[in-house]
Each structure stands twice: as structure tokens, then as C-alpha cells.
């Protein structure tokens, strides 16, 4: 007789197996989705395909015009002046409703933030060999290289390299970083983190707070500076350049090109945050949800491949300190004592930023880590 639940199970123990195989053979060449494009591929590899199951969870795409991510004007938001609370309202009901919203009148230049994506580019279009060096998976390290940070847990891979950059606390020193992007890296390392601390002083205020409550809590003392590349993809339809997620920080700042292809979920169905000149992307992250007690929400969002490219975005996500020397104790969050009350109970129990991104990191990408400290 034959054992058919025996065949079926080692049918996919060698179907998985040949999976990890190809995974840990894309993974060593070092080389990333480019060195697949550069070696003239016109079929994209098994590992990037999405598997049909993952399809028929898809939800709706709006493809319509009326809705439309959020876009804030941040001209003048002098302390006390009429305008700063019209935007504290404009970004409380953003944070409310999709946890997300576009910016502009920022105070980084379009030419800072030209130069940023130049030198993104300019890192990812380097000989294989020079980038190499950077590669590494296991042991991080304040500059690294490296194509999917969930690959070998994610049902596929996603067409996308990265560049990362731990900036705080402690910046990289100076001759760890790479030479065709060192200048602009320390430079919009610096804006971004000032426009950082004044989106902490309006959200806040959003919550109803002092403008300090939340630089105090140190939900900006550390960021890092994520420096994605997309290649042009042969078959755009059958994978993703970003699956979807939340991020697992308080709050990031997103800066893309003009190529497109960002999508933020409102309401169970997708929308395009198309590229507007000169201005960043905000989304709410975990963290954020966590301590506003689910009051503001952490925008899940994805980003489609497309046939056209490279596109280039660079993110910076901003959380509490993770770098061991300068944290010994973690510091815990939970939902803000401010906030609760009879009517509104704690939904979420105390962690650390640390432990926040371990739990996030262990499930792969696109399940929500926050359901594991709801209470
Ligand atoms: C991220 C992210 C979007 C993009 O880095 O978390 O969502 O446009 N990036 O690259
Ligand atoms: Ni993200």
C-alpha cells in the first residue's frame, strides 16, 4: 500500500529544501536583486514569485482618485501662532484615521533631498565587489548591505536591496561609512533628525500633551537611515518590492523618487501615496500605537515592483536606542498614563523597543507583532 500522507509531506520537505538551497545561494552571491538584473535575467527567480495562496488574500485596490493620503503644509508652525494648531488638528485626524500622511514646507531642500537619492544610487550602482564588503546578514553592524532582511523567513522574497545606517545615538565613524555617499548620509542624517523632533513636538501636542511628552519618553533618541533600491523588474505583477507591513519604530520619515509604486491600506483597500516633489512620507510605526493606546494607528503599507526603475527610497525609522553600549537597561513602554482612563483601560502591556523588534523580526514580515502585547 501506499503511504500517500508520507509522499505528499517528503514531496514538500524537497520542495522546501530546494527553496532554502536557492535562497542561501542568492544570499551568498552578495550581490543582491541587482546583480540578478545586471546578469541579464528576463524571468524573475522561483524565490521572488508570490505563492497563489498569499494571491487570494489580496485585498482591493481603490485605483480611484478620491482617496487621498493626507498631505500637510508645515510653513508656519511657530509655537503659539494660529497656524501650528490648525496643523496639530490636520495631523491628529491623519494619525487617527490612516497613520500616515504626506509633508511638505518641511524645511529639508529638494536639493538635500535630490542628493540623498543620488547617493543611494550611486552606492547600489558600485561594482558587485566593492559592495560586498558591507554584505552581512547575522552580525549588524552601523553600515550594512544586504537584499531582504527577512528572506529566509518570508514566504517570498521581495525585489528590493538595501543599505542601512544606524545613526543614533552613535553615528558610524567616519571611515565606516561609504565614500560615494558619506557627505549626504551625515548631512540629511542631521535634517531628518531635526524634522524628526518637531513632528514629535506635533504629535504630542496631537495627543493632547506637552509638546516635550514624547522626546522625554525618547521616542527619537536613536534612528537609522534605511537606503532602499528597487530594480526595473521583468514581471512586476508576480512579486512585490516591499510586501506589506507596519513598521515595528514610533514613527518614520520616507523619503521616495518619482517612480511610484507606495501604497498605504485605508480602510481594507489600497492606495497609492504617490510621489509629490520635495516632500516626505510620515507613517506611524507599532510603538506609536502601542503608547497611544491604539488612539493613533501604525499605517500598513507595501510597495508594488514595477517594470520601470531603479526606484529609490530612503527611510528613516526612528525608535528608542537598541545599540547595546549606550543602553544597558532598556527603557518600557506601555499605553501613556496621560491618556487612560475609566473608559479607556490599558489595551497593550509594557515592552521595550528591543524586545518589540525581536518579536517583530521573528515573524517575518507581514504579520502584525503588536497582537502579542495586547493584553
Ligand atoms: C520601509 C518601507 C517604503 C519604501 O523601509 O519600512 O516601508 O518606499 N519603505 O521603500
Ligand atoms: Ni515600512
Request: glycine share 6%.
Amino acid at each position: 500500500m501506499v503511504d500517500t500522507h508520507l509522499n505528499q509531506n517528503s514531496v514538500q520537505d524537497v520542495l522546501d529544501y530546494d527553496r532554502q538551497k536557492e535562497l542561501k545561494a542568492f544570499d551568498d552571491t552578495k550581490a543582491g536583486v541587482k546583480g540578478l538584473i545586471d546578469s541579464g535575467i528576463v524571468k524573475i527567480p522561483p524565490i521572488f514569485v508570490i505563492p497563489t495562496d498569499e494571491l487570494s488574500c489580496e485585498k482591493s485596490y481603490s485605483g480611484s482618485t478620491h482617496l487621498q493620503v493626507p498631505v500637510i503644509d508645515l510653513k508656519d508652525i511657530r509655537e503659539g501662532g494660529v497656524q501650528r494648531k490648525q496643523v496639530v488638528e490636520e495631523i491628529q485626524h491623519a494619525s487617527e484615521t490612516w497613520g500616515l500622511f504626506q509633508i511638505v514646507n518641511h524645511g529639508i531642500s529638494e536639493e538635500v533631498l535630490d542628493d540623498m537619492i543620488k547617493g543611494t544610487r550611486r552606492f547600489h550602482e558600485q561594482p558587485t565587489e566593492v559592495k560586498r564588503e558591507y554584505y552581512s546578514r547575522d552580525v549588524p553592524k552601523n553600515v550594512n548591505f544586504l537584499s531582504n532582511y527577512h528572506l529566509y523567513k518570508a514566504k517570498f522574497a521581495n525585489w528590493r536591496d538595501t543599505l542601512s545606517f544606524s545613526m543614533a545615538p552613535v553615528a558610524p565613524s567616519p571611515e565606516e561609512y561609504p565614500a560615494v555617499c558619506r557627505d549626504i548620509v551625515i548631512s540629511y542624517s542631521q535634517q531628518v533628525k531635526r524634522l524628526g523632533l518637531t513632528l514629535l513636538e506635533l504629535l504630542s501636542e496631537g495627543l493632547g500633551l506637552r509638546s516635550n511628552h514624547l522626546a522625554e519618553m525618547e521616542c527619537a533618541a536613536g534612528h537609522s537611515l534605511v537606503c532602499h533600491y528597487y530594480p526595473a523588474c521583468p514581471e512586476p505583477n508576480r512579486t512585490m518590492g516591499t510586501s506589506e507591513h507596519t513598521d515595528p519604530d514610533f514613527f518614520t520619515i520616507l523619503l521616495q523618487d518619482q517612480i511610484g509604486g507606495l501604497q498605504a491600506l485605508y480602510q481594507n483597500q489600497w492606495v497609492d501615496i504617490p510621489p509629490v516633489t520635495g516632500a516626505l512620507v510620515v507613517n506611524l510605526g507599532d510603538l506609536f500605537q502601542l503608547i497611544s493606546n491604539d488612539k493613533f494607528i501604525s499605517a500598513t503599507h507595501r510597495v508594488l515592483a514595477n517594470q520601470v526603475g531603479p526606484r529609490i527610497s530612503v527611510a528613516c525609522l526612528f525608535s528608542n536606542p537598541m545599540q547595546k553600549q549606550m543602553q544597558p537597561v532598556n527603557r518600557l513602554y506601555g499605553p501613556i498614563k496621560e491618556l487612560l482612563s475609566d473608559d479607556n483601560p490599558p489595551l497593550y502591556r509594557e515592552t521595550s523597543a528591543k524586545e518589540y523588534a525581536f518579536c517583530y523580526g521573528s515573524k517575518g514580515l507581514s504579520n502584525s507583532a503588536l497582537d502579542n502585547f495586547r493584553l
